[in-house]
DNA sequence: AAGATGAATATTAACTTGATTATTCATTAT
DNA sequence: ATAATGAATAATCAAGTTAATATTCATCTT
């Protein structure tokens, strides 16, 4: 018996692909299955229909930006500036993710329109991901806040362009390049950072 | 001889309302200019075309926003607490005027597909403010900003969810409320200028 | 049994074409 | 002249039809 998780993997890729490009509505179940050498009808033992297909691929997209997330703040250093490092890095891997994708607007909608949950799911995650950054800095002592919960809400708030995707789309499209965002991310993380750093005597 | 600008004024209002109602596209100039008790042909004299009229609307709705800042700016009162001020201002006014706006979007879409100068000159408006508002705390000294240029550039930036239209809407409708909008507003700006307002020794 | 398929059916999307609407213009009214 | 209009034309939309696609299922294969 062949992997079953492979499977999936390759109807996911070929499906991403195809979304990227073309868009989620011109994709049709006979070009994904041809892409992995299987019939239409065969899809269906994997996924329960399109619509999935497309919810189990942002779902994915979601857990590689919270993985990238948790490295960066596993790893050694002060919390100032891992705040900066997360948003910048949420802007490297949304930009890489969606350039090159001319019609990925097309998932975009469909999700946001049927994947409620998966997107206050995300919403929760970067807001749990913020207070841990704070936490720890109100720990080491870099950082002096008052409601961590309140604090943290509103960086996550502000975090929003360098990351949802159908607001960071909209402000490449207008105007903004892929330099002037990743500034952005670091400056406005900066600024906020500098907002909560406990003053040197 | 009937003021024009009395006359452009009705158009623009009548249309506004249908616009919000009933969307852009569903709008005929036939029942604009019944609602301006004229012929559809003579909507002509005063606007180039229906175009032209959504993206009179939007500029004049941009217009009353800036005399909203620039009102604040003039105020008596502290440049830190102005910023805070600032972003509730647009949190209002923007909510306002699309509350009881189900049919908004189209014209939004009109403006963003068909009027980005209007949209860059709003943002370098906008940026315009925010750096008069840093300058004023750098001279009065509640401010320390080393440069004024960039750090504006920054604010303005984060302050895009609080009134860009397409990101303001796109917000509410992802569960934020109009009571969240002002809370982040005020909250981010806090924070902001938490990040720029000189240590007191 | 598990894995896969082609053919059958249900949904959607694409393509007419008839009807509406936007826009122009010659003409009328003031 | 300026202001306004109705009728004519051009562009766009919407209803209904046809074609494609999504999804199911009985059947075949291993």
């Not at 890729?13 to 994709?27: D, E, I, Q």
């Not at 009808?41 to 857990?63: M, V």
């Not at 948003?87 to 409620?116: K, Q, R, W």
């Not at 961590?148 to 995707?165: L, N, Q, W």
Request: net charge positive; with cysteine; glycine share 6%.
């Amino acid at each position: 018996m062949v992997d079953k998780e492979k499977v999936r993997g390759c109807i996911l890729l070929s499906a991403l692909k195809r979304f990227s490009h073309y868009g989620f509505n011109k994709t049709t179940m006979a070009e994904i299955a041809k892409d992995c050498s299987m019939s239409a009808a065969n899809l269906y033992r994997y996924f329960k229909d399109k619509a999935e297909i497309g919810l189990c691929i942002t779902k994915n997209h979601f857990e590689r930006e919270h993985k990238i997330i948790i490295d960066i703040i596993e790893r050694k250093g002060s919390p100032s500036k891992k705040l900066g490092q997360v948003f910048l890095a949420l802007v490297n891997y949304n930009a890489s993710e969606f350039d090159n994708s001319p019609a990925i607007m097309e998932l975009v909608d469909h999700v946001c329109t049927n994947g409620s949950e998966l997107i206050d799911a995300h919403r929760e995650k970067m807001h749990f991901f913020i207070s841990k950054i704070l936490k720890e800095g109100q720990q080491s002592g870099d950082f002096r806040v008052s409601n961590i919960d309140e604090t943290a809400k509103t960086i996550a708030f502000a975090s929003i362009p360098f990351h949802a995707t159908p607001v960071f789309l909209l402000l490449k499209c207008g105007g903004h390049t892929r330099e002037t965002m990743q500034e952005m991310a670091l400056r406005v993380a900066d600024l906020m950072v500098k907002g909560i750093k406990k003053k040197k005597k």
